[in-house]
């Protein structure tokens, strides 16, 4: 581990990777830098494929990262909360960013012939919700995720931080269709669409006898999936609810779903 530097200008170069986040923020999808924060996002970074670039809090949170930073080879800078809060542009309660490399993107070709349990997103573009999916996915142990090109970028920071990090681990794969012109390809290897959707021609979730390989396809709050996919999928899988309760956060439904195909 190399010993912590501290920084008493925040016009310090070595601090770009995380000067401005509420303006990278616009970029995201375009900027090569992936920020974490919070110590525990900051750990799991760290033990996740990608490459990072630099560590930057408070001496206290670098400090709680001691055991996990003496296992990677990366610069750690210390300043005041005032510093790190002018740097980043905002107050950052959490105390400690880090700043990664981002992976080269996977294919969806390539995702989808290794996988046998797949979630698919058709036009997911809230931040929170997609972080809170993919920690729900990786709690349930899903292989993969395949977004549709109407999808937020995953890696956005808030994304991150309310995946707990867990988005830099599961696997995804971002297309450049819609999730429609992608059934054909799930199709042709193997998997059994299954559309969630409250409509009631759809089968109870207790219901469904879960198939060998499966996509179980998402879609946003409000509209929800196409007719398209719902008119093309193998199976249509309602989550029942009370009288009155019409849907679920998209990252609850995809919990709730998981829970029964992954048992």
Known sequence: ??????????????????????????????????????????????????????????????????DVLEKYDVPAYVGDKWMLSDVAGFRVTRGVLASADRLPPRSVESVVASARRLVVLEGLNDFENLGALFRNIAAFGADAVILDAQCAD?????????????????PFAVADVGLPQLLPLLHEHGFAVCALTPRAQARPLADVNVPTRWALAFG???PGLS?????????????????????????????????????
């Open 1 to 66: 581990m190399r010993a912590p530097i501290t920084i008493d200008d925040a016009n310090d170069p070595r601090l770009d990777d995380f000067r401005d986040l509420k303006a990278a923020d616009a970029l995201a999808g375009e900027r090569e830098v992936v920020i974490a924060e919070g110590v525990n996002v900051v750990e799991r970074m760290l033990s996740s494929p990608y490459r990072v670039r630099a560590v930057f809090g408070v001496p206290a949170r670098v400090d709680a990262l001691t």
């Open 154 to 170: 995953p890696l956005y920071r808030r994304s991150v931080r309310v995946s707990m990090g867990y988005v830099l681990r599961v």
């Open 220 to 222: 946003a709050e409000g």
């Open 227 to 263: 007719d398209e996919v719902i008119n093309n999928a193998d199976e249509l899988v309602r989550i029942p609810m009370a009288s009155g309760v019409d849907s679920l956060n998209v990252a609850t439904a995809v919990a709730v779903a998981l829970a029964h195909y992954m048992a």
